[in-house]
């Protein structure tokens, strides 16, 4: 029954995901998908010659949990010629693999398929042709070395992918312990860096965001209830901007330890953690929205005075926007401040799908506790781990219990920029359990992470 449950709830998300993406894609016709073609395209420059001998071999696996995609959906071969392809499908439903030039190889769920493509110097683009599968990520792109393609899906964003960009760095999942002692003396030093936030098929996306202690999101605090904090914010003389700090947590007055200090200046702010709960901090200088776009911002643990109870694993997990700004500049203000929002990015713990390439990894039947945050700064969310149910959510003060009479329990917990959440489940099966936020225009824009339990493999 668990299995049946993962696999559903799979199917459903890749339904729901695929018929997002059907609907806007249908509205933005500026940066169309490519087709296949039956007689060639511009990726072909010449005819096909007759079938000769492979130079090599291609390799491509369709699949289509969490999300529909190729793997890999870009890479180089060493020369034009002919090639042996050989598609794997590890998904749910059908899949092919349709090359510009119209040959197609196509296998059902879990098999096999194997054809013959040849790839002209220019390169060429391929897409899985079954109704609105590109339009929901399936596309790709084949180039050869030295040669000039002219193919390929662009970016999602107005924001040219640079190759040279640096790997981002995994931001740690795991919660922090609680703090020692009921007095404690940090030290924030604003740092303003360069900092890759997501990868793309092209390369990556490098912003110069502003951080406290030089992480997006910043460190998380964990306190208990009657703590004094005493947090000493330390702008250097080498950064360029006024900063300050907002702990959601306090209760002080905004003119007072929430003012702005300017390169060069420090201050100590003072507050007692007089209630529980999972706050956001973040950086409050005029114009705040541009500063928490930024980077400035991060999450504070206070659990109640007698603790929490304990289980087997604890992440933190915060919600944000990349608004991206031009390669090696900070984020974009005035794509941040329009009405109706749309950022290029919509990321756990600061960078894209950092989690779907690094699985979460729990040991199955853990108790998991996920302590999270919409950072925001203007996004809701719905927090959803796909085949889980959460037995036990405290939302800004509301408190679901595990074995509440009824037996009630949570599918999905929605958080306004700045609210935060205290949520528990199990994950009963080895397997894969996808994180996302159930607004699923979203999810395609990085929103998207896994949870591993055991090995992986629910069937072995």
């Known amino acids: 029954m668990g299995r049946l449950f993962v696999y559903g709830a799979a199917v459903v998300s890749v339904v729901l995901l695929s018929l997002i993406y059907i609907i806007v894609s249908a509205g933005d016709q500026g940066n169309p998908l490519p087709t296949p073609s039956a007689s060639g395209s511009a990726d072909a420059s010449a005819p096909a010659p007759t079938p000769g001998e492979p130079v090599g071999t291609i390799d491509i696996e369709a699949f289509d949990t969490p999300s529909l995609g190729f793997t890999p959906d870009s890479f180089?071969?060493?020369?034009?010629?002919?090639?042996?392809?050989?598609?794997?499908?590890?998904?749910?439903?059908?899949?092919?693999?349709?090359?510009?030039?119209?040959?197609?190889?196509?296998?059902?769920?879990?098999?096999?398929?194997?054809?013959?493509?040849?790839?002209?110097?220019?390169?060429?683009?391929?897409?899985?042709?079954v109704p609105g599968h590109a339009d929901a990520g399936m596309t790709g792109e084949v180039t050869v070395a030295g040669g000039d393609s002219h193919g390929g899906p662009g970016p999602s964003t107005d924001v040219v992918a640079d190759p040279n960009a640096p790997d981002y760095e995994v931001y740690p999942p795991e919660a922090p312990a609680l703090m020692s002692g009921s007095v404690h003396d940090i030290t924030f030093t604003i740092e303003e860096k360069l900092m890759t936030v997501a990868n793309g098929d092209d390369g990556g996306f490098v912003q110069a965001v502003w951080t406290f202690n030089g992480t997006v999101p910043g460190p998380v605090?964990?306190?208990?209830?009657?703590?004094?904090i005493n947090l000493h914010l330390v702008n250097p003389a080498t950064n360029t901007l006024a900063h300050s700090i907002d702990f959601h947590a306090s209760q002080v007055a905004w003119n007072d330890e929430m003012t702005?200090?300017?390169?060069?200046?420090?201050?100590?702010?003072?507050?007692?953690?007089?209630?529980?709960?999972?706050?956001?901090?973040?950086?409050?200088?005029?114009?705040?929205?541009?500063?928490?776009?930024?980077g400035m911002y991060g999450m504070v643990i206070v659990e109640p005075a007698e603790g929490l109870p304990p289980v087997d694993k604890e992440f933190a997990m915060v919600q944000s926007e990349w608004y991206l700004g031009p390669q090696g500049e900070p984020a974009s203000l005035s794509k941040a401040a329009v009405g109706n929002p749309a950022p290029?990015?919509?990321?756990?713990?600061?960078?894209?799908?950092?989690?779907?390439?690094?699985?979460?990894?729990?040991?199955?039947?853990?108790?998991?506790?996920?302590f999270v945050l919409n950072a925001g700064p203007s996004i809701d969310s719905s927090f959803h781990v796909v085949?889980?149910?959460?037995?036990?959510?405290?939302?800004?003060?509301?408190?679901?219990?595990?074995?509440?009479?009824?037996?009630?329990?949570?599918?999905?917990?929605?958080?306004?920029?700045?609210?935060?959440?205290?949520?528990?489940?199990?994950?009963?099966?080895?397997?894969?359990?996808?994180?996302?936020?159930?607004a699923f225009n979203f999810v395609g824009r990085g929103a998207l992470g896994l949870?591993?339990?055991?090995?992986?493999?629910?069937?072995n």
């Open 451 to 459: 949870f591993q339990a055991g090995d992986g493999d629910p069937l």
């Open 387 to 438: 085949g889980t149910i959460f037995s036990s959510v405290i939302k800004e003060g509301v408190f679901l219990s595990v074995n509440n009479d009824g037996n009630w329990g949570s599918q999905a917990v929605d958080l306004s920029p700045a609210q935060g959440a205290i949520i528990e489940f199990v994950m009963p099966e080895d397997g894969k359990y996808p994180m996302v936020t159930h």
């Open 344 to 370: 290029d990015f919509v990321v756990w713990n600061g960078v894209a799908n950092q989690y779907l390439a690094n699985p979460i990894q729990v040991d199955t039947g853990d108790r998991v506790r996920v």
């Open 76 to 129: 180089d071969v060493d020369e034009a010629g002919w090639y042996t392809v050989n598609l794997t499908n590890t998904g749910s439903v059908p899949h092919d693999v349709t090359f510009a030039d119209g040959t197609t190889v196509a296998a059902e769920s879990g098999t096999n398929a194997t054809g013959l493509v040849y790839v002209p110097v220019t390169g060429m683009t391929f897409i899985c042709s």
């Open 260 to 294: 702005s200090i300017d390169p060069g200046q420090e201050k100590v702010y003072t507050w007692v953690a007089e209630y529980a709960g999972v706050w956001m901090y973040h950086c409050g200088t005029s114009p705040a929205l541009h500063h928490i776009a930024n």
């Open 221 to 228: 605090l964990r306190v208990k209830v009657g703590d004094t």
